[in-house]
């Protein structure tokens, strides 16, 4: 993926998860490749395999809340950085994208 190799690198993850569905990082990274393209519901389902096999995956529970957000579901966002609070409380990052959403439904 650093190297600008994306279709290689969703390849070999697809295949990964193929192989290895418990394999939580694969889906992970995944979920991080459709983010960086702008395909924020594709991220979001890979996001939601990781949070069902790993329902306190940081990582996946902040990235559940930025695609919400990018897909402007403001309030679905609020309900994932809060589930990221849980995990990780002093989390500013999160702190600050409640603040954002939460001025975006007003």
């Not at 070999?12 to 998860?17: A, D, H, Q, Y």
């Not at 995944?30 to 890979?46: K, P």
């Not at 990781?50 to 995956?57: L, N, T």
Request: glycine fraction near 6%; include cysteine; charge should be negative.
């Amino acid at each position: 993926m650093q190297a600008g190799h994306v279709q290689a690198a969703e390849a070999l993850l697809t295949e990964i998860i193929a192989d290895q569905p418990d394999f939580v990082e694969a889906w992970n990274r995944r979920a991080v490749l459709h983010y960086m393209q702008g395909n924020y519901r594709r991220s979001l389902q890979d996001c939601q395999q990781v949070i069902a096999q790993i329902p306190y995956h940081f990582g996946a529970l902040h990235g559940l809340g930025l695609c919400h957000a990018a897909l402007g579901e403001y309030a679905e966002a609020i309900r994932a950085f809060r589930c990221a609070l849980e995990v990780q409380p002093f989390a500013i990052v999160n702190q600050r994208l409640i603040l954002e959403c939460t001025a975006k439904l007003s």
